[in-house]
């Protein structure tokens, strides 16, 4: 499955992967959502993600969101 990556316009730091490359799927009140970039079938996840994880997410519920921690 190619993975596609949002970024939320919100001050938030949410981040979110979804299936389709409009992130349709992705939660309105927490964008606007930019999109920022994909990852291909056969590449790793950023951050160390488990892979399994966020591709059972997007089957059940269309998205994966995450946090970016704030650097100390």
Do not use: C, N
Not at 2 to 11: L, N
Request: glycine residues 10%; negative net charge.
């Amino acid at each position: 499955m190619k993975i596609y990556t949002f970024a939320s316009d919100a001050p938030s730091r949410l981040f979110a992967f979804a299936g389709d490359r409009g992130g349709s799927s992705l939660p309105e009140q927490h964008g606007p959502w930019k999109s920022v970039g994909e990852i291909a079938p056969d590449e790793e996840m950023q951050h160390g993600l488990d892979r399994e994880q966020v591709e059972q997410a997007i089957s059940e519920y269309g998205y994966q969101m995450w946090r970016m921690k704030k650097a100390s």
